[in-house]
């Protein structure tokens, strides 16, 4: 094992788990990918609500100002729904979003942690 001062904690983080025993890499691998799945989602569901509210905002801009998506008393509920929406179609993964940042994030290595998450 090298003794030697290392440059930053990442570098020294990324020795340790070199020298580290197999199984204890593999489960922090697993973890690691466990979690940037679930962020990855959440800023997909992040993405497809500003989304939703953007369109949203541009279909009041258009609609007669009598229309009910002008009506402030709706903008709580409507808010709420989009939110939910968005939630929903992450957890799905319909927008393939989070699959893609994923792949991006993950190396080559992991491929089949990321098909079994």
């Keep these: 094992m090298d003794l030697a001062p290392t440059s930053s904690p ?17 489960a922090s691998a697993a973890e690691t990918a466990q979690r940037l799945s679930a962020a990855a989602v959440k800023f ?10 953007q369109m949203r905002q541009t279909t009041a801009a258009l609609a007669d100002s009598g ?23 992450a957890g ?10 994923v792949r991006q994030m993950l190396p080559a290595s992991s491929a089949a942690t990321r098909t079994s998450t």
């Design 44 to 53: 997909e569901s992040f993405f497809v609500a500003q989304m939703l509210k």
């Design 92 to 101: 799905h993964r319909a927008f393939g979003i989070a699959d893609v940042l």
């Design 10 to 26: 990442l570098e020294a983080a990324a020795g340790a788990a070199v020298t580290a025993s197999h199984g204890p890499a593999v």
């Design 67 to 89: 229309s009910a998506i002008n009506d402030r008393v709706n903008d709580s509920a409507l808010s709420l729904a989009e939110q939910s929406v968005a939630d929903s179609l």
